[in-house]
């Protein structure tokens, strides 16, 4: 007696579509792909009750033929691969030829066509994968596909898809989605009669614009990257507008959106040294390589892909987003003075209910600024100096190494917090902490890569009360110590002489600096402070020697910070992802004062 018997053809499809149908989001993510490789340019979707009760997907592309209408509905045929070669150069979305008959097994199904040059469209109804009618129709030159009560033949499927709400949220996903990477095609999004979404033919930022809002458009970096055949293109967000969530994270390789491990990992790795702790970037990233490089036939779904080359991607990747990061804040004056509405807000409350406080040390009397001459303000300031600072009237410098500062030219200090600084397009407004903390740990980066961290003995050891915890993790780490500027010796069983600090901390709090800095190595573990845990033991040094809150600067040190942030890298986000600086466009001023109205 056989044990091993063949399945019979309805189970094998209703197996298959197992595999590739979930719910009605799956039906809806596999006929858009095909929309798209027929080359339709408006799409239109109808779901009732989340997808459960129908799923209709019209679109205007080349259609199907009544010869093959039939062969659509049957498993692994398909008019998009047809040799081993094929499959290894896939430029399609979709290619095995499992979809539409996997939708067709598990729920009532019609397909019409019109294919141009015929006289009229051709319908083919199934229900269970079993073929009810083929059929002249009526319809538009294009294909509309019908899907009626997704698993009506497997209750015991059915009973595992969730709310209409749920499912709708599903379905809009995959809508956005394809929307997305789709950017030319006009897609219409109707729910239960009710027009959800409606998309016009855009480009990439505009259609960004329209599904993700103006503010993501608005505060994200452009980020564009080509070496030989591979090309990065799309929007990341800055630290400072990070998430709670990875809802907005949109990866795209030759149009198809996928999720990653090795992708995941270089955007993360890129943003690793300046995301605020639990916060997620948003980002919607178009990846385009050769084909033959990336192997899109590794799972059903078709959302994970392989590459040839995994670590020369995961390298362009990382140093593609390291890079945008790295110089955010030269980008243009408009990306730069683009604000959000609650910083802006935030911004109007301070100025409306505090006063405007200046430095004392050289600003006795303050003459009004003439517009036209800004130059005399600052030599007021400055006397003979003032040529150094400013050679305007259009407050740019003259040197060859900054041949514009964005950052404009102090004004003064808003309650010993806030540097304010005016600009050709506004006013800036600077923390003036979060800036010089993100400058002090990218030069201790610096120079502990170059191996140059330069160090300053104390005339006067620095004595420090410690526990017996404290005693043995200097005495065990003294050649880590040693290579990140610091010489401590033991004194007595609960005493520490600080001997040699870095030379970029010598306005820090060294008593707080070191009992953290120990704290930071019992933490780590010694073996990791100076690989893995670098850099969180650099922010934690340059947070203590970072001008502090209530500390009063001349207006020549503030112009010295400014200057010195406009040539930092990431000098836009403090070490732990929020904003350190933010700008209000004249226009916007001139609306808090009503002007023009």
Request: proline share 3%.
């Amino acid at each position: 007696m056989n044990v091993i018997k063949l399945l019979p053809d309805e189970l094998i499809n209703q197996i298959a579509a197992g595999e590739v149908i979930e719910r009605p989001a799956s039906v809806l993510k596999e006929v858009l792909e095909n929309c798209v490789d027929a080359g339709a340019t408006e799409i239109d979707i109808y779901l009732m009750q989340g997808g459960l009760k129908l799923i209709r997907i019209t679109d205007n592309g080349s259609g199907i033929s009544k010869e093959d209408l039939p062969y659509a509905l049957t498993r692994h045929a398909t008019s998009k691969i047809g040799s081993q070669d094929d499959l290894q150069n896939i430029v399609s979305l979709g290619f095995r030829g499992e979809a539409l008959a996997s939708i067709a097994s598990v729920s009532r199904l019609s397909l019409t066509s019109f294919q141009a040059g015929n006289h009229h469209a051709w319908e083919i109804q199934v229900e269970g994968n079993q073929t009810i009618a083929l059929q002249p129709a009526a319809g538009s030159l294009g294909t509309s596909l019908e899907v009626r009560d997704l698993f009506f033949n497997i209750p015991a499927r059915r009973k595992f898809l969730k709310s209409e709400s749920t499912e709708f949220a599903h379905c809009e996903a995959i809508f956005q989605r394809i929307a997305l990477s789709n950017p030319t095609i006009t897609f219409n999004l109707y729910h239960n009669g009710k027009l959800r979404s409606h998309l016009a033919s855009a480009d990439f930022p505009e259609r960004i614009k329209q599904l993700l809002g103006q503010e993501f458009r608005e505060t994200a970096l452009f980020i564009t990257e080509k070496a030989a055949d591979i090309q990065l293109q799309g929007l990341i967000s800055r630290p400072a507008f990070s998430r709670t969530t990875r809802e907005i994270q949109y990866f795209f390789v030759n149009g198809r959106f996928v999720k990653d491990k090795l992708v995941n990992h270089a955007i993360r790795e890129a943003y690793r040294d300046v995301l605020h702790l639990d916060r997620h970037p948003a980002y919607v990233i178009y990846l385009h390589i050769n084909p033959d490089n990336v192997d899109v036939n590794v799972h059903p779904t078709k959302i994970e892909v392989r590459f040839r080359d995994s670590r020369a991607v995961h390298q362009f990747i990382f140093h593609a987003i390291h890079k945008a990061l790295a110089n955010g804040h030269t980008e243009s004056s408009e990306a730069n003075l683009s604000d959000s509405t609650h910083h802006i807000g935030a911004v109007t409350r301070n100025i409306k209910k505090v006063p405007l406080t200046y430095s004392q040390n050289r600003q006795v009397n303050l003459p009004l600024q003439s517009a036209a001459q800004p130059s005399v303000f600052y030599q007021t300031l400055f006397g003979e100096k003032s040529h150094e600072i400013i050679a305007a009237p259009d407050l740019t410098i003259q040197s060859e190494s900054h041949a514009s500062n964005f950052l404009g030219y102090a004004l003064g200090q808003l309650l010993g917090i806030y540097i304010l600084a005016q600009s050709a397009q506004g006013l800036i407004i600077v923390d003036m902490h979060a800036a010089h903390e993100r400058i002090v740990y990218e030069k201790l980066k610096q120079a502990l890569d170059q191996q140059a961290l330069p160090t300053q003995s104390l005339l006067i050891p620095h004595l420090l009360q410690a526990d017996a915890l404290d005693i043995t993790t200097v005495e065990e780490n003294a050649l880590l110590l040693n290579q990140l500027g610091f010489e401590i010796s033991v004194t007595s069983p609960t005493t520490l002489a600080i001997r040699t600090i870095p030379s970029i901390l010598k306005n820090a709090d060294i008593s707080k600096l070191i009992s953290e800095l120990l704290e930071d190595i019992r933490s780590y573990g010694s073996s990791q402070l100076l690989t893995g845990n670098r850099n969180e033991i650099l922010a934690t040094m340059a947070c203590h020697s970072a001008i502090r809150a209530n500390e009063l600067l001349t207006i020549e040190e503030m112009n010295v910070l400014l200057r010195e942030m406009e040539k930092t890298e990431r000098s836009d986000q403090c070490n732990h992802g929020r904003p350190t600086w933010l700008a209000l466009s004249l226009e916007q001023i001139d609306k808090l004062f009503m002007r023009g109205n």
